[in-house]
């Protein structure tokens, strides 16, 4: 057997301790297998260091808040169910963000579906933090700061709510005696510190200088692509508003901006969004991204495979065994989520209890009825 050439054995091990490095960053989503109710003391943080589940600044910002950290635990969890639940029908279904904090390839060289992953951990960051801060569980935030502007007019707010803008639940305004009968009040989402905060635990830290540019132009794209996904929470942020006074009268109206009820998904869809229309960048000299991409923007650096066949190297687990859609031309169709390979149709036949009727006194009774449930199975 041959021996690898002494250079190329460098080049290999500086790839992978690369990959390492651009890794840490997103290893705290392991934090979403944590029990409820674990208790976040120093030790704890300092444990999770020590078991490479957080970065030493991330380490750093849980003994010095560990209030945030059961927040940044429900954020992990929602981060993985968003991201499987965007992709669920794709060729690269998020499966592999469960193996955190053991990344498979894909999620650590550069691809967009890293630049996803570090924007959607962002997204959900920000947002479970501004709730802890509104419901009082966090001793740095509260309620957000009233806005000074006044809240739009009552015309503007049910156009508003005529596109779908707003919940009808918060929106039922009758008339307005005077141009000045409305308040800021209620407790609005705090997404400015949320997102301060989310800054400071995920940021990381910048590579050391006998890293090279290439691995600083990686740590500035995924800085990047943290910041768009604080944007994507701080966008989500909506005008809500209620009405009081007599006899459903809207005397007096109190405004708050918050962020609905859609939770983490609501940026999540902006997120995928932009992960379609994702931009490659290439590594410059500085190590420094050049000026001329929006903050809102998804960057990465390295091109995808296809994810259609078994590639561990690369990341890609294959579509083989996934089930499809026989009928959809769309991307859970068999003819995309097979690549060409072709599918098993396979019908099964299950038993299960129907017609059920209750009869007065004491008893439920049912039929039993056969389906038959088809399925289609990737090559």
Not at 92 to 104: L, V
Not at 232 to 261: D, F, I, N, P, Y
Not at 278 to 301: D, F, K, M
């Amino acid at each position: 057997m041959r021996e690898m050439p002494w250079s190329a054995f460098v080049l290999v091990s500086l790839l992978l301790l690369l990959q390492l490095e651009e890794g840490t960053c997103i290893k705290w989503l392991a934090l979403g297998r944590a029990a409820d109710g674990f208790e976040w003391t120093r030790e704890a943080c300092t444990g999770a260091r020590t078991s490479g589940l957080l970065e030493r600044k991330q380490a750093r910002a849980c003994r010095a808040t560990p209030d945030i950290m059961q927040n940044l635990v429900q954020a992990a969890r929602d981060t993985s169910a968003v991201c499987q639940q965007a992709f669920r029908h794709q060729r690269w279904n998020c499966s592999s963000i469960e193996k955190a904090p053991d990344f498979t390839p894909e999620l650590l060289t550069g691809t967009k579906e890293q630049a996803f992953v570090y924007a959607m951990s962002a997204a959900a960051a920000v947002w479970r933090l501004a709730r802890g801060c509104a419901l009082g569980n966090l001793a740095a935030c509260s309620c957000a700061t009233p806005p000074r502007r006044e809240p739009p007019a009552p015309s503007a707010l049910v156009q508003a709510a005529a596109s779908g803008s707003f919940s009808p639940a918060t929106i039922a305004f009758g008339p307005v005696s005077t141009r000045n009968a409305f308040k800021w009040g209620g407790c609005g989402d705090d997404v400015r510190s949320a997102s301060r905060m989310a800054k400071r635990f995920l940021q990381g830290s910048t590579p050391s200088p006998g890293a090279g540019a290439h691995a600083k132009f990686l740590h500035a794209v995924n800085m990047h692509n943290n910041r768009a996904g604080r944007r994507a929470v701080e966008q989500s942020l909506s005008l809500e508003c209620k009405c009081h006074g007599v006899s459903g009268s809207c005397s007096v109206r109190t405004c708050w901006r918050g962020l609905g009820s859609g939770g983490p998904a609501a940026a999540g869809a902006r997120l995928l969004r932009r992960y379609a229309t994702a931009a490659e960048v290439r590594p410059t000299s500085s190590g420094r991204l050049p000026p001329l991409y929006h903050h809102n923007n998804l960057l990465y650096t390295t091109k995808s495979p296809d994810y259609c066949v078994e590639d561990k190297r690369r990341g890609s687990l294959g579509t083989a065994g996934r089930q499809c859609n026989g009928s959809s031309a769309g991307y859970e169709g068999c003819e995309y989520l097979c690549c060409g390979r072709g599918h098993v149709t396979r019908a099964e036949e299950i038993l299960e209890r129907c017609e059920c009727k209750y009869f007065s006194c004491c008893y439920v009774k049912c039929k039993t009825c056969r389906n038959v449930i088809i399925t289609h199975e990737c090559n």
